[in-house]
Nanobody
């Protein structure tokens, strides 16, 4: 059974940092491209970051470029999202997503709140 479990969310002050993790089980992780999405209250789900199967290619949403970094460890079946210089507008539930062809799997999400 495919399972993605996010962790690392929480409350942080503006300008602070958090690192999110997403551990996959029940999949051949190295075959999946991985993405982080986020959804704020009343807004549509937004693509935050993408990483290919090897970790050699990444892409970011315009709102997080230069502040967030996506990475993966295929030996640990884990994808990470390092978030620096956080802003109140980064407040959202963050979801990881695994894709392989037409297969798409989601985690349950982790809340990130940026507030003073």
């Amino acid at each position: 059974q495919v399972q993605l479990v996010e962790s690392g969310g929480g409350l942080v002050q503006p300008g602070g940092s958090l690192r999110l993790s997403c551990v996959a089980s029940g999949v051949t992780f190295r075959r999946y491209t991985m993405r982080w999405y986020r959804q704020a209250p009343g807004k549509e789900r937004e693509l935050v970051a993408f990483i290919d199967t090897t970790g050699n290619s990444t892409n970011y949403g315009d709102s997080v470029k230069g502040r967030f970094t996506i990475s993966r460890d295929n030996n640990k079946n884990t994808v990470y999202l390092q978030m620096n210089n956080l802003r109140p507008e980064d407040t959202a539930v963050y979801y990881c997503n695994a894709q392989y062809g037409i297969l798409s799997r989601w985690g349950q999400g982790t809340q990130v709140t940026v507030s003073s």
